[in-house]
Structures are given as structure tokens and as C-alpha cells.
């Protein structure tokens, strides 16, 4: 089946740094990646939709600035967090919608678990 | 605004109880509507949903759409510890398929 792949799983830095996630499709090939962030006890919220070889889809409230988005590849997107605060800490997950697919059909990956003190 | 709101938001069972979730969506270009099992890492895909009235079922796990009613119903009987976590329903929306989610339920199953 279908796998998406993120790394690191977790992850702690200091206020100030940045951070990169990496999310992978490891056999499919996606022009479409979404980043989603989850605070504890609450639901996933859309941050940015990630489309291979332009611009990412920012959702109202998300600051395209401080979370960059990468998706150089129709197999990686990347998500930089730049100078984290505490705040930010969060669970991270990106999917990943299979080219050859529905248009619905989208693979999770693992999470990341961003703290930052 | 597109929104999704389940309920109950919390939902404690004990074992070999019925338990129905819920979720009413507005949304502008619905595609279809999802539910997903939240453990502890990201959530695992249980059903797409894309036609009213057409249940879907998966073992003790059953889900059905109203597209006229903008609803749909997650069922498990027969509960076991095991299905405690929390239920997600998503809408896919537009031509990219992104997804909005509903708040989740938090499904507790005691021995």
C-alpha cells in the first residue's frame, strides 16, 4: 500500500532555531502534500497545501514566513519552521495524494512531534 | 466558512455497546466525506464516503452519508478496548482535495 514517510519523528529545539520536517511518499509519486498541525486534545487543522515545483496554499491564519514550505520533488515536501517558539510546539502531519488517484484519497505520515523550549 | 462539527465531542461505552458518531458538514465543492481512527500517531483511514443513502461497512464498523441532510453517521457495535480513540470525519473540498476536519469524538470503551 501506499506509504508516506516522515522525518525526524521527534523533534526538540531552542526558541529562536529552525526546524525542517521532511515528509515522503516512498512509493508513489504525489504532486499534492498537505500539512496539517494538531494541538494536544484537538483536531488536525490545514496548514498549507504543497504543490510540487510552485508556490504552497497557505490557509487563512497560517504565516507563510515562519512556515516554509519545499516540495522540490513529486516525492518530498518539506516544512521548515523558522524561529520556533514555544508555541509552536506541536504534532505535525503531512499526506500525501497519489498522482494516479482519487482526488480524495490522501496517506498520512507518521507525525512529527515538534517542542520547542 | 466551510466547517465540519461532530458530536458528541466525548463518548465513554462499556464493552459490547453500540455507539453512533455524528457529523454535519457545510462545505463549498464537497467531494466526499472520511472517517478516520486517531490512536496515538497520525490518523489510519477507516471510509470515503462519496454517495447518500450507500452504507459502507468494515467488520463491526459501519458509516452512511446524507447528502441532502449534509450528515453522516459512523456506527460500531459491539464495542471491544480496543476501538477507544479518537474518531475524525474529514470533508474533501475543491479540486485539490484538501481536507477540513471536524473536531473529532474521543471514544472511551471500559472493560
Known amino acids: 500500500g501506499a506509504v508516506v514517510s516522515q522525518h525526524p519523528s521527534w523533534v526538540i529545539c531552542k526558541s529562536g532555531t529552525s526546524v525542517k520536517i521532511e515528509c515522503r511518499s516512498l512509493?508513489?509519486?504525489?504532486?499534492?502534500m498537505f500539512w496539517y498541525r494538531q494541538f494536544p486534545k484537538q483536531s488536525l487543522m490545514l496548514m498549507a497545501t504543497s504543490n510540487e515545483g510552485s508556490k504552497a496554499t497557505y490557509e487563512q491564519g497560517v504565516e507563510k514566513d515562519k512556515f516554509l514550505i519545499n516540495h522540490a520533488s513529486l516525492t518530498l515536501s518539506t516544512l521548515t519552521v523558522t524561529s520556533a517558539h514555544p508555541e509552536d510546539s506541536s504534532f505535525y502531519i503531512c499526506s500525501a495524494r497519489d498522482q494516479g488517484g482519487a482526488v480524495s484519497e490522501q496517506y498520512f505520515g507518521p507525525g512529527t512531534r515538534l517542542t520547542v523550549t | 466558512e466551510d466547517k465540519v462539527v461532530q458530536s458528541p465531542l466525548s463518548l465513554v461505552v462499556h464493552e459490547g455497546d453500540t455507539v453512533t458518531l455524528n457529523c454535519s458538514y457545510e462545505v463549498t465543492n464537497f467531494r466526499s466525506l472520511l472517517w478516520y481512527k486517531q490512536e496515538k500517531k497520525a490518523p489510519t483511514f477507516l471510509f470515503m464516503l462519496?454517495?447518500?443513502?450507500i452504507e459502507k461497512k468494515s467488520g463491526r464498523l459501519s458509516s452512511i452519508l446524507d447528502k441532502k441532510e449534509l450528515f453522516s453517521i459512523l456506527n460500531i457495535t459491539a464495542t471491544q478496548t480496543g476501538d477507544s480513540a479518537i474518531y475524525l470525519c474529514a470533508v474533501s473540498s475543491g479540486n485539490t482535495g484538501k481536507l477540513i476536519f471536524g473536531q473529532g469524538t474521543t471514544l472511551q470503551v471500559k472493560p
Open positions: 512509493d508513489f509519486q504525489a504532486t499534492t
Open positions: 462519496t454517495s447518500s443513502g
